[in-house]
């Protein structure tokens, strides 16, 4: 906000009128933004989960399951990463409550620090490509894509990627199992099948139920991601009361925790809306669409060109940032190279998910750091996302070789 204000004072002699017009337009569209309404609902959904104890119950149902293969623990923190990443949808909210969740009995069992850092910021920061996606209800109206399109693509994406997690923990356990050290499973073995079943019952139903009726509510296009937000907020809500869980003082700590998280995304929103208005005053937009449009490059390479820039800005910009500044210049070229936009806007959002683990903003690693205890340090966070950064490199590799994997689906449920 403040280099958008500074540089429009500077392109207009210093006469506040045109640029405090143009900031408060800005801020009336992003505060009546219909889509963006998704937001708080999304987060409110996230924090009832958290605050209800619902989240715990998962993991130790999710433990019962993988805590006898090879690297188990980080399995399962993976699995309830991917549970409440398409609970929330919200990267920091998920990364907070399976951190405090899994880093203690993982430190006890002796994993590797790095490892256990990697899996959790990279577990984390599955919310940004398995639906709902807080980052797709803001890259859908910027790059002019359906949003539910946008939802149904990021499924098999979401899937790959995090299979490529699972395979690398399991890979490392056994080619160097001192990293991940295999648990005395004898309690787990002392409990019955038919007492498993119905702690996972319990615990792992309902809120799959909820995750299939917001998620079923857009694929049949019976609701708007608005609306379907509400649903899943609503079905948060009675998930907790069937627990036990709701009370005010509960639903006091959500609230509190709604309103924080959404504040933050919306004033980023907000700041990077007013940096685009001061870049696009000065001629910045202008030059890099001039600049573009003289590459003399094929298709590809444009496109190669594209995803390096938006890899090398996650270093430095926030999420927000990147989408509101280049996917606007971005996608008239991509549309007149002929490339599918919503297998373009996976291949963003794929890129985007590698800036929460690049230094040296990094948010996965500060989300990290702000919750995990002392002897987790800033080296041992750094090394372990790298691995998991080339993952996501293969991931890409296998999105841009077929297409398809983006496309065939939101035209088989949605036709589009």
Request: aromatic letters at 10%.
């Amino acid at each position: 906000m403040v280099s958008g204000f500074v540089v429009g004072l500077i392109q207009f002699d210093f006469n506040l009128r045109p640029i405090l017009f143009q900031f408060t337009q800005k801020i009336d569209e992003t505060a009546s933004n219909f889509v963006l309404a998704a937001v708080p609902l999304f987060v409110f959904m996230g924090a009832i989960l958290e605050r209800s104890g619902i989240a715990e119950r998962l993991f130790h149902a999710v433990q019962l399951w993988t805590g006898r293969l090879p690297g188990g623990l980080a399995v399962g923190t993976i699995v309830m990463c991917i549970v409440f990443a398409a609970s929330t949808g919200v990267v920091g909210a998920t990364e907070a409550v399976i951190g405090l969740l899994a880093i203690p009995p993982m430190l006890r069992q002796g994993y590797d620090k790095s490892l256990i850092s990697g899996t959790i910021c990279a577990g984390g920061s599955l919310g940004t490509i398995i639906p709902p996606s807080v980052v797709v209800v803001i890259l859908g109206p910027i790059a002019d894509v359906s949003i539910g399109d946008l939802m149904v693509g990021m499924i098999v994406p979401g899937v790959i990627l995090a299979a490529l997690y699972l395979t690398y923990v399991v890979g490392v356990a056994i080619v160097q199992p001192h990293k991940a050290p295999r648990p005395d499973v004898s309690e787990i073995d002392a409990i019955p099948l038919s007492r498993k079943l119905r702690i996972t019952t319990t615990a792992l139903v309902p809120p799959l139920l909820m995750i299939t009726a917001v998620l079923g509510t857009i694929i049949a296009g019976i609701a708007a991601p608005t609306e379907a937000a509400a649903i899943g907020a609503m079905a948060a809500l009675v998930l907790a009361a069937s627990y036990g869980a709701l009370d005010w003082t509960m639903l006091r700590a959500a609230g509190w925790r709604t309103l924080i998280v959404t504040a933050m995304i919306m004033f980023v929103l907000l700041g990077g809306a007013m940096f685009t208005v001061a870049f696009g005053s000065v001629g910045g937009i202008t030059q890099l669409r001039g600049v573009l449009g003289d590459l003399d490059v094929s298709p590809a390479m444009m496109l190669a060109i594209f995803l390096a820039i938006v890899f090398v800005a996650g270093f430095f910009l926030e999420w927000i940032s990147i989408i509101l500044i280049f996917v606007p210049i971005f996608m008239p070229f991509v549309r007149d190279a002929g490339f599918d936009p919503v297998w373009f806007c996976m291949l963003i959002l794929l890129i985007v998910q590698t800036s929460y683990l690049t230094p040296p903003l990094a948010p996965a690693i500060f989300y990290l750091k702000g919750i995990a205890p002392p002897e987790l340090r800033l080296p041992d966070m750094y090394r372990g996302v790298v691995p998991f950064l080339a993952m996501q490199a293969i991931c890409l590799l296998i999105l841009v070789a077929f297409p398809g994997l983006a496309t065939w689906l939101p035209r088989v449920l949605l036709g589009f």
